[in-house]
């Protein structure tokens, strides 16, 4: 008997930004150790923002790092900015600073399990290569999703999540794997994968951590659906477990209660 969606949410609260990044690598390590044993490969889509630099740090070190069968671990980026992938604006260079280069340096991951986006390419272009680069490496078959066994991703204050922004032309794309957005608020050009990828995943986790994230963290979970609004409210897994792992602070104004 399959479990409906609410059955396969799960909202987490931590106490703070150092618990939030406790759970997140807790389920890294628990899903790992799943598709390993299944004898396969493990994809994870990393995610940008401030908030996965201590999970990032948490994953470089013991004992979560001796707890990884790094070999089968595939890296893959949820968005990114368009700017080259050594700016300090790149989800790409904060990934590598904070655990790419650790694990390559101990020969833990090579080179071939790191699959970036090109963003230094123009924005059209960053896309239809990443989403060659999918359709390449999940073998998909033509109108086929990858489905990544552990999806990661953060929240704004206004309720974007991956570079899906309130009332952008992302939200409409359902037909791309990959698709460029332009961020009129930031005057920022964007390369994003869409919510039905998104929605393809085994699991999804977000990570939400600070006080500034709470009005819109209540919006999202207990208020009336108005994804154009509030475009995290789009993640809804169709056959997977929908993670909210959050502190104390942005889950001030959540009535629903935390299900462990």
Known sequence: MTRSAHDRTHL?????????????????????????????????????????????????????????????VELYWGDDRCVPPDDPESNYRMARETLLEALLARGAIRDEQIH?????????????????ELRHAFT????????????????GPDGHTLSLFPHTTALTVTDRLVTANYVSKLSSNRVTLTYPVANNAAAVAFL???ADKAEALARVLDGPRNP?????????????DLYWLVDRAAAAQVQRGATG
Do not use: C, K, N
């Open 116 to 132: 970036r986006m090109h963003t230094e390419l123009p924005p059209d272009q960053v896309a239809e290569a990443y989403e060659r």
């Open 228 to 240: 154009e609004e509030f475009p995290a409210q789009f993640i809804a897994p169709t056959d997977g």
């Open 12 to 72: 987490v609260i931590a106490d703070d930004l150092s618990g939030v990044a406790s759970h997140a690598a807790d389920l890294f390590v628990r899903l790992s150790r799943s598709a390993d044993l299944a004898g396969g490969r493990f994809a994870v889509a990393l995610s940008g923002g401030s908030t996965p630099r201590a999970l990032h740090a948490l994953l470089s070190a013991p004992p979560y790092y001796d707890a990884v069968h790094w070999p089968a």
């Open 208 to 210: 939400v951590a600070g």
């Open 140 to 155: 998909l078959a033509e109108g086929h999703l990858p489905r990544f066994d552990l999806l990661f991703l953060g929240m």
